[in-house]
C-alpha cells in the first residue's frame, strides 16, 4: 500500500512537472505574436497625393508653424510616400536648412529623388528606413511629421524609439492619422497615445482641426 501511494505521487509530481514545462515553451510564443493589425503599405500611383485642395484641407502650413518648422530647421518627412510634405518643409526651411524623406518602399525613394531634382531642392535627402527604424542621423532632427502613414507602420513602438536618437533638443514629433481598427487605413488615437508611452514620448498638445469631423486628428509628442 505503501509503495502504490509513493507510485501515484510521484506520477502525479511528473505530470504536474510536464505541463509546467510545455506552458514555459508556449507561452513566449504567444507574447511574440502580438501584434495590432495594420495597414498594407501604398503602393499604386504616387500622384493621387497631390489632389487639388489637399493642402487647405490638411491645413499643412499651420502643421508646419505648431512644429516649429522653420527657416534653417531640420525635419524628417517619415513615410514620405510621393515626397508631399517633403517639398512643402523643405521649401519652409530654405536652402540652410534640410529634409530628410524616409520611406521603407524603393520606388517612393526613386519618386521622391526624381520629384526634388525636377523641383530644383537641393535640401532634400532621402533614407531608405526600415520598418522599425527610420534610419536618420543622431541628434540631427528639430521636427518630424508622420503623415496618415502611422496606421501602416508595422513595429509602431521601435520605430518611435529609434526615432529618439535622432531628436535635437526641444523637438517635436507630429502624428496626423485618422480614428480606425489598424487595418482600415485608420488607427485610434488612443492606440497612438499608448504606444508612443511605451516608447518613452508624453503627449504635448492635440488638434481635430485637419478636417473638422472628428476622424482626423494631429498629436505633438515629444520624449519623456
Known amino acids: 500500500m505503501i509503495l502504490k501511494r509513493f507510485m501515484l505521487s510521484l506520477l502525479i509530481s511528473?505530470?504536474?512537472?510536464?505541463?509546467s514545462a510545455q506552458s514555459a515553451v508556449q507561452a513566449p510564443a504567444a507574447a511574440t505574436g502580438e501584434?495590432?493589425?495594420?495597414s498594407e503599405p501604398y503602393t499604386g500611383d504616387l500622384t493621387i497625393f497631390d489632389s487639388p485642395g489637399r493642402d487647405e484641407?490638411?491645413?499643412?502650413?499651420r502643421v508646419m508653424d505648431i512644429l516649429g518648422i522653420t527657416t534653417g530647421?531640420?525635419?524628417a518627412d517619415v513615410g514620405a510616400g510621393s515626397g508631399w510634405f517633403t517639398v512643402r518643409a523643405a521649401r519652409r526651411v530654405g536652402?540652410?536648412?534640410?529634409?530628410?524623406?524616409?520611406?521603407?518602399?524603393p520606388e517612393s525613394i526613386r519618386y521622391v529623388e526624381d520629384r526634388a531634382q525636377k523641383e530644383k531642392l537641393h535640401n532634400v535627402k532621402t533614407i531608405l528606413g526600415k520598418a522599425d527604424d527610420p534610419l536618420l542621423?543622431?541628434?540631427?532632427?528639430?521636427a518630424v511629421l508622420l503623415l496618415k502613414t502611422y496606421h501602416e507602420v508595422a513595429e509602431p513602438v521601435g520605430l518611435l524609439r529609434n526615432l529618439r536618437t535622432a531628436l535635437r533638443p526641444g523637438?517635436?514629433?507630429?502624428?496626423?492619422?485618422?480614428?480606425?481598427?489598424g487595418e482600415d487605413h485608420g488607427v485610434g488615437r488612443e492606440v497612438v497615445l499608448r504606444e508612443a508611452a511605451q516608447a518613452g514620448y508624453r503627449l504635448l498638445k492635440q488638434y481635430d482641426f485637419v478636417k473638422g469631423d472628428k476622424m482626423d486628428y494631429f498629436l505633438v509628442l515629444v520624449p519623456q
Do not use: E, M, W
Open 95 to 105: 536652402d540652410g536648412g534640410k529634409v530628410y524623406a524616409v520611406d521603407i518602399n
Open 35 to 38: 501584434h495590432r493589425k495594420t
Open 57 to 61: 484641407r490638411l491645413q499643412i502650413n
Open 137 to 142: 542621423p543622431a541628434g540631427a532632427v528639430d
Open 14 to 19: 511528473f505530470a504536474l512537472s510536464l505541463s
Open 171 to 181: 523637438a517635436k514629433v507630429g502624428i496626423i492619422d485618422r480614428n480606425g481598427n
Open 73 to 75: 530647421k531640420t525635419v
